[in-house]
């Protein structure tokens, strides 16, 4: 190393660079006593203060010792700069002069950079630990993932940021420079993707949130996380194919490459839509259901020979519960291509029928008679219909249909098996020679074919 004279550093040069040493670090330490000063709890103020006054407080003298040390580290960066460049001005050879304040220029913008990313990484992580005690403290729910999952984005978009914006000032050759232009831009795009990663993570943990799986009845929550977990998947794929084609189409060599990509996704895109005509109509027929309406939730129907009440329409399907508790589920384009039976169309009052068949002794009118008693007594008729008819009469019995009326069809079902009921127990206990003799017929058969 050369001397102070042979460079040419005299007794001025290096008493001026010691001053600025000196006031370097008096800088930092009224920085230090600053912050210590905002900091402290006021005299007499123990006690005093408002819970939110207290906890800003506290949060304020967290993020202010959180900065000093990076904000030290920049100020002894440009004291060490200023006064390192002072003395290679004063170096007698020039070639090595220039080098030297080469360097030292490109070393001040790397460590500024790193300073300000070291600023920025502890600021993001004090305003990361503050909204997730601000989400603690919230009665909402909805804040306990979005307010977390923002701090997160915030710790790591702030030193990122910092990279992005400050790498440019940077003094580097040409070659060099493109490669930095090249790796800000990718910082760039994975910032951006990042951030749209985080909002879609927030969205569907928000829409979750409500809905838990360990409950009991979750049939529910089941539906919904299905939902929401295969659209997250869906999204989440699409933002990784475009981020990677975006990062792909910086550089020029393999930019062709990544417009590729995009290309596919669009031509992809296409072929979806051309495979997926069944389900566009399928969307188109639940539309039309929702217009026209021939079922409604509810509603009582029977298809395929199933009675049900109508639990749940969507778009492509529809979910009727059986009487037994069992739960059909029929495509929607069913209600319009294939015929049904609607119990409730227009009204929920229906009638229902119950069919005997006896001798050809039996007299009609005393069965019409204790129709009218068994349906003057029930609680399910509603007093509109009550007839009784012989509707076939074949070598054998006579088959005869009692009419009743109900209100809707569960008061229906229930009033048939109660006048079917008494009615066999009437001619049972009256008219026991009237009850069919198909079988006594077969039998006296078969003990003449034995005998």
Excluded at 7 to 21: E, H, K, N, Q, Y
Excluded at 234 to 255: E, I, K, N, P
């Amino acid at each position: 190393m050369p001397t102070a004279p042979r460079a040419g550093w005299d007794v001025p040069t290096i008493l001026v660079a010691a001053a600025m040493l000196v006031l370097i670090a008096i800088a930092h330490l009224i920085l230090r006593w600053w912050i210590r000063r905002q900091t402290a709890e006021p005299s007499g103020a123990t006690g005093t203060a408002w819970p939110a006054e207290s906890r800003m407080r506290r949060w304020l003298t967290r993020g202010l010792n959180e900065m000093l040390p990076p904000l030290a580290m920049l100020i002894w960066i440009h004291g060490i700069s200023s006064t390192v460049g002072l003395l290679l001005g004063r170096i007698s050879s020039q070639p090595l002069a220039d080098q030297a304040c080469a360097a030292l220029r490109w070393g001040y913008g790397v460590s500024v950079v790193l300073g300000i990313f070291w600023l920025l990484m502890r600021l993001g992580r004090i305003l990361e630990s503050f909204l997730i005690s601000l989400a603690a403290r919230a009665e909402t729910t909805w804040d306990d993932v979005v307010l977390p999952l923002a701090g997160k984005a915030i710790r790591w978009t702030l030193p990122l940021l910092a990279l992005i914006l400050s790498a440019p000032a940077l003094s580097v050759s040409p070659a060099l420079a493109e490669v930095m232009g090249n790796a800000t831009s990718l910082l760039l795009i994975g910032v951006v993707a990042f951030v749209l990663f985080q909002v879609v993570e927030a969205a569907s943990a928000v829409a979750l949130k409500p809905h838990r799986l360990d409950v009991s009845d979750n049939l529910r929550a089941r539906a919904i996380q299905t939902q929401v977990i295969v659209l997250k998947k869906v999204v989440v794929t699409g933002l990784g194919v475009f981020t990677l084609a975006s990062m792909l189409m910086v550089f020029d060599s393999v930019r062709q490459f990544g417009a590729s990509i995009l290309a596919s996704a669009g031509i992809a895109g296409m072929v979806v839509g051309f495979a997926a005509q069944r389900s566009i109509a399928t969307l188109l027929a639940g539309l039309q259901v929702a217009l026209t309406q021939p079922i409604r939730m509810d509603d009582v129907i029977i298809v395929d020979g199933e009675w049900g009440r109508v639990e749940d329409i969507t778009l492509t399907y529809v979910v009727m519960r059986i009487w037994d508790q069992r739960a059909l589920i029929v495509p929607i384009t069913h209600f319009i291509e294939r015929p049904f039976q609607n119990w409730t169309r227009a009204t929920a009052e229906i009638i229902g029928t119950v069919f005997l068949h006896v001798d050809y002794t039996v007299p009609i009118e005393p069965l019409r008679r204790e129709l009218t008693r068994i349906l003057t007594a029930s609680r399910h008729w509603d007093g509109r219909v009550n007839a009784l008819q012989v509707t076939d009469a074949n070598e054998q019995t006579l088959e005869l249909r009692a009419l009743a009326s109900a209100a809707n069809a569960s008061e229906a079902w229930d009033l048939r098996c109660e006048v079917r009921e008494q009615l066999v127990a009437f001619v049972q206990h009256h008219y026991p020679d009237s009850l069919p003799r198909l079988r006594a017929s077969f039998g006296m058969q078969a003990s003449e074919v034995a005998a």
